[in-house]
């Protein structure tokens, strides 16, 4: 039942975990505030009753937690994208930092979900949603209970309820005052699990982990939980423009750069008039799809068609698509300054197509003075698709489209590009002034 009322695509591992938390919050009818208790489920009868139960989602920062002076500012801007992010959802949340942890509170809350079910499930959306948020490595569905002993046996006992195999309790104390020590704390809830369910224990290779953390105000107990994205905030490490064509690559390289914090601005060079807008519509949708991880992303397309042909008829023959690309970076690089941005990023991979010999990359290098990020440099094509698989984008990158770069190609691409004779190229057609002037008609989308 509970299965059926969680949003669409909640993986397996949520949805389970759901129905175990819901299992314990419908039985358990105290209230977190006012300490009623009517315990009515054989599992937790069994046990000790729950002084009141309450669905959370428990995060585990990542590289984050090293940082020194600057922490709090970044927990700050972690924050502030969660809290973005989870917006979306429309579930009522608190941010609470705890040492190393972010707790998102569902329940209780003013205007917090009526019923153990639905608290159940909103927490579910929340924890699935926060799980694309970059800074974050892993989401755990968890049960809040108050601080005791009895309380957190129950509570452990009832989320055990329904599995199967070896189990192992993983306690950890962040208030030492607590009457039980972590061992001690491992050894109670694991004699109560066995007692009530007739579980195995295995400590080195436990088919499920009941996590156990004891806090300064309460205990939270869980099992498993979700990888998150990893990376820090977006944000963390500025703004680059990101270069997206309709292609594989690119998004994999923008989504890359996000999660090590740096927000991307995309940019899209359409053939248009010499193409149709079909490569405008995947760029949008891929923008859209991206757009989960770091939320108010803006893409900006500039149609390139014209600027192809002047490059093409001022003689650039087996340059023409390392002159392309040149003017591309050249134009993004007048935006960046615009956007305040000071990197570009790009789905560059050595040795991927010609393009993309040593020499020709260092004549893009040659084309602007920001630095050009391109963090699958060393990345092989299926490594990039597996990537791409994913983060949900390559079933759009692989749709049709005629992508600028395949217009004008000729029939050898110059695989050592010079740099002087592309500079050549670009005195006769002003390239700068031109770049600036396709930087400046860029048209801008933002997906909703
Ligand atoms: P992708 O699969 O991302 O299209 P690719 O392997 O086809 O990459 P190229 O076409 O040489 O390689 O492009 C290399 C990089 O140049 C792309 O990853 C992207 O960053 C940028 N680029 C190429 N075409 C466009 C375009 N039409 N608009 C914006 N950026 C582009
Ligand atoms: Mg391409």
């Not at 601080?147 to 208030?175: H, I, M, N, S």
Request: aromatic share 4%.
């Amino acid at each position: 039942m509970l299965a059926t009322a969680c949003p669409g695509g909640t993986t397996p591992a949520i949805t389970d975990s759901t129905a175990r938390l819901a299992n314990v919050f419908s039985r358990v009818e105290s209230g977190w505030h006012t300490g009623r208790v009517h315990v009515t489920d054989p599992v937790i009868a069994a046990g000790e009753a729950v002084q009141g139960a309450e669905p959370c989602v428990l995060l585990k920062l990542g590289e984050i937690v090293l940082k020194g002076r600057n922490r709090q500012q970044f927990e700050r801007l972690l924050h502030a994208n969660i809290r973005a992010a989870v917006r979306d959802t429309k579930v009522p949340v608190e941010i609470w930092h705890r040492e190393g942890v972010v707790v998102l509170r569902v329940a209780g809350g003013a205007g917090g979900p009526p019923d153990a079910a639905e608290a159940a499930a909103a927490a579910d959306r929340v924890a699935e949603r926060v799980s694309d948020v970059p800074g974050i490595v892993r989401v755990c569905r968890a049960l809040r209970v108050p601080k005791t002993p009895e309380a957190t046996v129950a509570a452990a006992v009832a989320l055990t309820a329904g599995t199967t195999g070896a189990f192992a309790v993983r306690p950890r104390r962040r208030d030492k005052r607590f009457p039980l020590t972590s061992s001690e704390l491992a050894v109670e809830v694991g004699r109560r699990i066995q007692e009530a369910h007739g579980l195995p224990v295995n400590l080195s290779k436990p088919d499920t982990e009941v996590f156990i953390e004891v806090d300064q105000r309460e205990v939270f107990v869980f099992t498993g939980g979700l990888p998150g994205q990893g990376g820090l905030p977006v944000g963390m490490s500025g703004r680059a423009v990101a270069l997206m064509s309709g292609g594989i690559d690119s998004p994999v390289a923008a989504y890359r750069m996000m999660r090590r914090g740096l927000r991307c601005h995309f940019l899209h060079f359409s053939g248009i008039p010499l193409t149709g807008p079909e490569s405008i519509y995947k760029a949008y949708a891929l923008v859209r799809g991206l757009d989960r991880f770091q939320g108010g992303s803006r893409l900006f397309v500039v149609p390139f068609g014209k600027a192809q042909q002047a490059l093409a008829t001022s003689g650039a023959d087996r340059l023409q698509i390392v002159a392309q690309r040149r003017l591309m970076l050249k134009t993004a690089a007048s935006l960046a300054k615009r956007l305040d941005s000071a990197a570009l990023v790009t789905g560059d991979s050595l040795g991927q197509v010609s393009s993309q010999t040593l020499p020709n990359i260092a004549a893009l290098d040659d084309a602007v003075t920001l630095p050009i990020l391109r963090p699958l440099l060393g990345w092989d094509k299926t490594e990039i698709m597996a990537e791409a698989r994913r983060i949900r984008t390559l079933s759009i990158s692989e749709l049709p489209d005629q992508d600028c770069c395949t217009l004008l190609t000729p029939r050898r691409v110059e695989t050592r590009a010079r740099i002087d004779d592309l500079r050549r190229i670009e005195g006769r057609l002003d390239a700068d002034e031109m770049a600036a002037e396709l930087a400046a008609a860029a048209q801008e989308y933002r997906p909703e």
